[in-house]
């Protein structure tokens, strides 16, 4: 354990505390609050601890606050990945770690996915569960809001279906799946408690022996671009780049499919997006 910093850790909360609207955590907003912000009765209401305590944590007194009373707060000032861990590791503490992948999607990678009206693009999670995406990627995922929520995984599309065997010759097509097992592994050690991660896994070393050959080989590694080739049954062939990128604060991935400027495949996609926007 390191050493706890006190003065640190109580402006830490101080402002964590006035950045906070209760709306934000289910309060109502009330009409004499005279500063921004929530009240400390109301903190230490949320993560179920006396007001007395939080009072002298925020000003820099009191003991040292044990892992449970900072996980409780850490969920009461709505904190990020990055603040939970701040909050542990000014508090003398190591962070936790992640349990899961994070499966929430930020406000603003919502805004970026449908400010692409002419890209194909989808969010996933570091497990590949697709958790958003806009309205040209329909077109090559499907209308995925008619598919239960846990069962949007692009992995299991990838080795769970039955493909002839020459869709496996392409080497970019064996290329893309080596990549995604190698990241899928990456996440796997990250997250050993995540039940769901845990379970995709051994179905798919049940269920296809592609999988269990490239997850026997221990590659790991992040998603790396790649070309696809997809003979659309609408659009006719189309080639891309398949650009995967990083979200670190989320961990999670923006997969978009870039076309070539001036190429058949860019003109096919902007007729899409005409008749999806129009």
Not at 111 to 120: G, I, K, R, S
Not at 151 to 172: I, L, N
Not at 239 to 268: K, M, N, W
Request: hydrophobic share 40%; glycine share 6%.
């Amino acid at each position: 354990m390191s050493t706890l910093r006190r003065d640190e850790l109580a402006g830490f909360l101080r402002t964590r505390r006035v950045r906070l609207r209760p709306a934000e955590v289910g309060l109502p907003e009330g009409v004499r609050r005279r500063t921004p912000g929530l009240r400390r009765q109301e903190v230490a209401q949320l993560a179920g601890m006396s007001i007395d305590y939080y009072i002298r944590l925020e000003q820099g007194r009191g003991p040292h606050p044990s892992r449970q009373v900072l996980a409780a707060l850490a969920r009461a000032l709505l904190l990020s990945r990055d603040e939970r861990a701040y909050l542990f590791r000014v508090a003398g503490e190591s962070p936790p770690d992640a349990v899961g992948p994070a499966r929430e999607v930020p406000a603003g990678l919502r805004h970026l996915l449908d400010a692409m009206t002419e890209t194909p693009a989808y969010l996933v999670d570091a497990a590949y569960e697709v958790l958003a995406w806009n309205r040209l990627a329909a077109w090559f995922v499907g209308d995925l809001s008619t598919v239960p929520v846990g069962e949007r995984s692009m992995v299991r599309w990838m080795f769970g279906r039955e493909v002839p065997e020459s869709h496996w010759a392409d080497p970019e097509v064996l290329r893309f799946a080596r990549t995604t097992v190698a990241d899928l592994r990456a996440a796997y050690g990250r997250y050993p408690a995540d039940p769901a991660l845990a379970a995709l896994v051994t179905e798919l070393l049940g269920l296809s022996p592609r999988f269990a050959a490239l997850w026997a080989e221990h590659e790991v590694g992040e998603r790396r671009p790649t070309v696809k080739r997809v003979a659309h049954p609408e659009l006719g062939p189309l080639e891309f780049e398949c650009r995967v990128l990083h979200v670190p604060e989320t961990d999670q991935r923006l997969i978009v499919y870039v076309p070539a400027p001036g190429s058949p495949t860019q003109s096919a996609f902007r007729r899409v997006a005409e008749r999806v926007h129009s």
